[in-house]
Each structure stands twice: as C-alpha cells, then as structure tokens.
C-alpha cells in the first residue's frame, strides 16, 4: 500500500536529520510504501520567512490586543532574554535567561502592576525550565535538574544537584519541569533534530521521577519537542503542546495538543496529524507505517504549523483575586505561541486560549495579538515562558525585546 499526498512551496529541504537541500518545485506528489521492498519518493518542500525585529515601544505596547474587559501593560523590561517563569504564593516571580545561566527575581512590592525590584539570586548555565514546590525553586537545564531553597527574602540559597545525566542536547535543549498530582517530576526532554531515529531512547519523550531525581523512566514518548505542560485542574489529566516537524511546507505539521498517557507513542518521526505518513525517516526494519500508526496516539486538537509553542499554564485564579479573569475562563489554558520561521507567511508571535469543556480540549482562540506589525513583516515580541500570579493576573516574558508582560482584568 501507497500513500500520495500533495504539499506547495518555494523552498525546498529534505527531511534528513540535519540537512538542508533546496531547490525550485511547483506541486508535487509523493509516494510512500508500506515497506522499504518499493521506493519512496518524496520532494519535501519549505519556506523560511523571519520578520524583523523592532522595539517594543510604549506605542507599540498600547496597541497589543486583548479581549474586552482585559488590559496589557509591562510588568519588567530590559531583562536581557527571558524564558521561563515560576511565581511563588506570595508574589515572587522567578525568570530564566538560558543565554545568559541566570535566574532574575522580581517583586512588586507596591502592587502597582510592574516590578519594583530586580536581582539575579541565581547562576547556571544554560538553566530553564522552573517550577516551585514545598518552598523549593526547581530548575532544568540541558543535562541537570536542580533544587534551591528559597530564603524568606525570596533570594535563593545554594544548588543542589538531582540529576546530572539528562540526554545531550541536539536541536532542542530546552528542557522544561512540573511536578504533577501524583507527586512525582516530569521532565521533557526534545529531540536532538528535526526527524531521525534517535539514538538514544530518552530524546523525544517526557521523563518521570521521583522528587529527588532517582528511579527516572520514560513516561510517554514520540513527542518531537514538548515544552509546554500541565495537568487539568479537574480531571487531573495531562496536556502539552508538541512541536511538528519542520521542512513539511506551510500547513504541515501542525502544532499537537496532545493529552498525554502513561506510556503512550505520539508518532514522531514517522506518523504526524492525522496519520500522515513522513517519507523520511523510513520506520528500521520490517516495520511498516501501518504498524506504527496503529500505536500512535493521534492529537487532541491541531494549531497553525510552525506556530512554535513554548509555555502552557492552566487558569485556576479564585473569584476573589483583585485582577482574576471572568469564571468561564476558569481551567482553559493560556499558551504562548513564540512564532514560525518556516512558513511564507508568519503563524505564532502571540498568546492563545484553549477553550476546555468537560475535561477536554474543543478549540483554540487568540488572546494576546498585536505583536506582528508592518503588514507582518516585523515584530515586537515572541512569546516563551507563561504564569498566573496570586492577584489573578497573567505573566509571560518575550525573548526578544526582554520584556514581562502583565495581563489583568477589570471589568
């Protein structure tokens, strides 16, 4: 059995690990057996477009758009290139700069919507992702998971090192955390290329732990590069966002809302979508496509490929929070869509809500938009790293500009 299916565009790239070849096509067909006993042939084609960068002025800020009744202002700025974000009970927030191994703390000790104070309380290379639990800030970089104590002050106080071992790096080395209902850690850990057979079984996967770091296994794996997370706040399930595979044109692969299961497959580098076929790599063996799909767990819900999204926090401020947003927005969840490169026209570069009704995903809408601005041709602003604070209102940092973003409501 054959697959044919039919992708348009203007740069072309093969889908070998690593390897770019391009060269001019109009629409094509591919053919994929079942097995390697026939050929496969396959012209895969993709389009690099970056929009420029511009400054995040007060101008530009003003004319961000968020729903009636919300409002959008910066919480800090000049923060070099923020990430990630835990935010403690009392208020503290805690930011990541992969590039530079900090961790910033901020505080608004007025209450006035904007940090008032700012200090590096950490330094390890490469650290991002976060999370706190019992009094202890949590951090993961490429191939360590450390825990800190927090002071009284909100400083930080000396490193402990849980696990040194995590798989080296490759394509995605940007590791996030979360500790789930269950107790234990779960780390993600992305593949170390765009589509290959990875070597080491690790790469491509969420990881389980115990809170100190020892008996670590594979929980679910498939996942190309999964680095926002979260449990529903209800049903306790978990749900994270994988990233589709590159060079597979404009509309393909789409971005994955997955709800992901204790050893559950989700098709990487073989199956993508809907049970689409990737001509390259081929599965090892005697395996066939048909085989693989009947294993792989297939998306939740799909978004605008290439969209790249990074951070996921599921909403559960109470009603009396001083900034807490209306009660239908009570267990959705906020992500942040840092944008493409790979597509003609730009997809991301914003802040989505997907909408959950009974426990389960039915569709994604924009919350945060405005970012793009010269006909798409330039931004101001790429997502990444996302969290609620104690008032209710919303957080997330954009990596390029170095700005943290506060989104309130009042109605």
Not at 118 to 137: E, F, M, P, W, Y
Not at 235 to 246: M, P
Not at 350 to 367: L, Q, S
Request: net charge negative; aromatic share 10%.
């Amino acid at each position: 059995m054959k697959r044919n299916f039919h992708i348009s565009a203007l740069v072309c790239a093969t889908l070998m690990a690593g390897l770019i070849a391009c060269n001019k096509d109009d629409v094509y067909d591919a053919s994929i057996p079942e097995t390697n006993e026939q050929p496969t042939s396959a012209q895969v084609n993709g389009n690099v477009f970056e929009p420029a960068l511009v400054s995040a002025t007060d101008e530009r800020v003003a004319q961000l758009k968020v729903p009636a009744g919300f409002s959008i202002a910066k919480f800090a700025d000049s923060l070099g290139k923020p990430r990630m974000l835990a935010v403690s009970s009392s208020g503290n927030v805690y930011v990541s700069d992969r590039t530079a191994g900090t961790i910033t703390l901020l505080k608004d000790t007025n209450a006035d919507g904007r940090a008032d104070q700012k200090q590096v309380v950490a330094t390890l290379k490469s650290i991002h992702g976060l999370t706190i639990l019992d009094n202890r800030l949590y951090a993961v970089a490429i191939k360590e998971v450390y825990s800190i104590p927090i002071n009284g002050d909100g400083t930080l106080g000396q490193a402990q090192v849980l696990i040194n071992n995590l798989p080296d790096a490759g394509q995605h080395p940007n590791r996030t955390i979360g500790f789930g209902p269950d107790g234990f850690m779960y780390l993600t850990v992305g593949s170390t290329c765009n589509a290959c057979a990875e070597p080491n079984a690790e790469h491509a996967t969420i990881l389980r732990a115990n809170p100190d770091g020892t008996n670590r296994r594979i929980y679910a794996s498939g996942l190309r590069n999964t680095i926002g997370f979260g449990w529903h706040p209800q049903t306790k399930a978990l749900f994270g966002f994988d990233h589709g595979i590159d060079w597979l044109g404009d509309e393909q692969q789409k971005e994955e809302l997955n709800q992901i299961v204790e050893g559950a497959f989700y098709g990487w580098p073989y199956i993508y979508g809907d049970g689409n076929y990737n001509p390259h790599p081929r599965p090892m063996g005697d395996t066939t496509y048909a085989q693989i799909l009947a294993k792989t767990t297939l998306p939740a819900l799909s978004y605008d490929a290439h969209a790249a999204p990074l951070g996921m926090v599921f909403y559960t401020s109470g009603t009396g929070a001083a900034s807490a947003f209306p009660a239908d927005y009570q267990y959705d969840a906020f992500v942040t869509m840092r944008g493409s490169w790979n597509r003609t026209q730009p997809s991301g570069y914003k802040v989505v809500r997907a909408h959950f009704e009974n426990g389960k995903p039915t569709r994604i809408d924009d919350f945060v938009t405005g970012f793009l601005v010269d006909n798409n041709r330039a931004q101001f602003g790429r997502p990444v790293g996302i969290a609620t604070m104690p008032d209710g209102s919303l957080l997330f940092t954009d990596d390029t500009n170095g700005v943290l973003y506060r989104v309130s409501y009042r109605p």
